[in-house]
Structure formats: C-alpha cells, structure tokens
C-alpha cells in the first residue's frame, strides 16, 4: 500500500468545521483514498472514499487535490461525537480490502 | 443486532492457554479479516480469508492460526497465548467483485484479550 502521513493530532471547537489533511506522495493512478475512523472502544467505521473528484456523504466531504497527492477531510461541523481517531487509507494493489492503518490523527472536539 | 458480531468481547487468560475468538457476520460477504490493535500502533493485520476455502497470512500471522468455517464465520486462534498477544482484536468484512471496488470494511465491536 502506498504510504500516508497524517498530523498526529488536531483540536477543534464544536459546531466549527474540521480540515484534516493527508499527503500520499506516491499515490498510483488507481489508488482509491479511503478514510475511516474509530471512535472510543469502537472498531474503525468507514468514513468517506474517492478517486479523483471531490465527494461528499452524510458524514463529510472528501477534497482531492488535482495532483492527487494530498487530500482532505472536512466535518462541516464538528460535534463531540467527531472525537475519534481518523485514518486515511490508499489500499491499492491486488489485494483490495486489505487495509493497513497507520497511527490516523486524533481528534479532539472541545465544548 | 450488530452485522459483525465478535466473542468473546472480554477475555482473561494465562500464558501458555489456548484461546479462541470467533467471528460471525450477516452481510452476506466473501472477504473477512482479524487485525490486532495496541496502544501507539494503530491497526495491524493477522490473517484475512477472500472465501471459504481462501486463508493469508497478514502483516503478523506469528502464534496465530484461523479457521473460515463457513463464509459467514471466521475464527482466530492463539494455540499458546503469550503476554504480548495482550491486545484489542477486531474482526473485519468487506464485499468482492464490484463491492470490493469501495474498499469498505465493516468492523466488529472488538475482543479485549488479556494474557497474563
């Protein structure tokens, strides 16, 4: 899988948005972004994924940058049931669905 | 009812036992997974099953075994736990053909295993 970096940490307040950014330099063409998270003694739920354009879903908005090598996650606005762990994802190759979680972004929603 | 359903939830034991944790699903997928997770690492996988007659190794597949009994069960086995096998297992899904396309995993709730 291609590599991802991610800040270790991010605050925010609530009811502000969030940006959490990912860079993967050495995405491949066909690498999908996925991001997950994982909320307190809760396993990883799926998030949001995309390829090339911007997406969005119930639960955020995906931002792709057209060179493809960074992305980023936005809450519009962020609760305290946001506060989890964030992962961004580029599973790629053959073996689709083999996922490999790095150490994500944790985030914290203050009141 | 969970879709990804994990027993034990908790689970003490001591070193040198074998431990089983099982894993059920009602999604109806072809593709199940175990990952470990401990403090500081995030999630790492054990083993994952494409079908019922399917079974690799992951990233850390040492002092581990599995079992894909049917497609809607995948169990994990510690045939001699040892206290670094202390850790949060988690038991994956995720859809095949064009499902597989989403990269999508629903996840159980987790095992808290506990070697002493």
């Known amino acids: 899988d291609a590599k991802t970096t991610q800040p270790n940490s991010m605050e925010s307040n609530e009811e502000e948005p969030v940006h959490l950014p990912c860079n993967h330099s050495t995405i491949s063409g066909t690498d999908y972004i996925h991001w997950y998270r994982q909320l307190p003694s809760q396993g990883p739920e799926y998030v949001i994924h995309?390829?090339?354009s911007n997406v969005n879903n119930r639960m955020a908005s995906l931002a792709i940058a057209e060179d493809r090598k960074s992305s980023t996650l936005i809450l519009h606005r962020a609760t305290l049931r946001d506060a989890a762990v964030y992962y961004c994802?580029?599973?790629?190759?053959?073996?689709?669905?083999?996922?490999?979680f790095g150490q994500g972004t944790i985030l914290t929603v203050h009141p | 009812d969970a879709d990804v359903t994990q027993t034990p939830r908790n689970r003490i034991t001591k070193t040198g036992k074998r431990i089983m944790l099982e894993c059920s699903q009602t999604k109806g997928h072809d593709r199940m997974y175990w990952y470990r997770q401990d403090p500081g690492l995030g999630l790492r996988l054990i083993y994952y099953?494409?079908?019922?007659?399917?079974?690799n190794k992951g990233e850390i597949s040492d002092g581990y075994s599995v079992s894909r009994q049917a497609q809607a069960k995948f169990s994990l086995s510690l045939e001699s736990a040892i206290p670094n096998q202390t850790a949060l297992y988690f038991c994956?899904?995720?859809?095949?053909?064009?499902?597989?396309?989403?990269?999508?995993?629903?996840f159980g709730e987790g095992s808290r295993l506990t070697v002493l």
């Open positions: 099953s494409f079908d019922v007659k399917d079974i």
């Open positions: 994802i580029l599973p790629g190759g053959t073996s689709y669905g083999k996922l490999t």
């Open positions: 995309g390829l090339t």
């Open positions: 994956a899904t995720s859809g095949s053909g064009a499902l597989a396309n989403t990269g999508e995993l629903f």
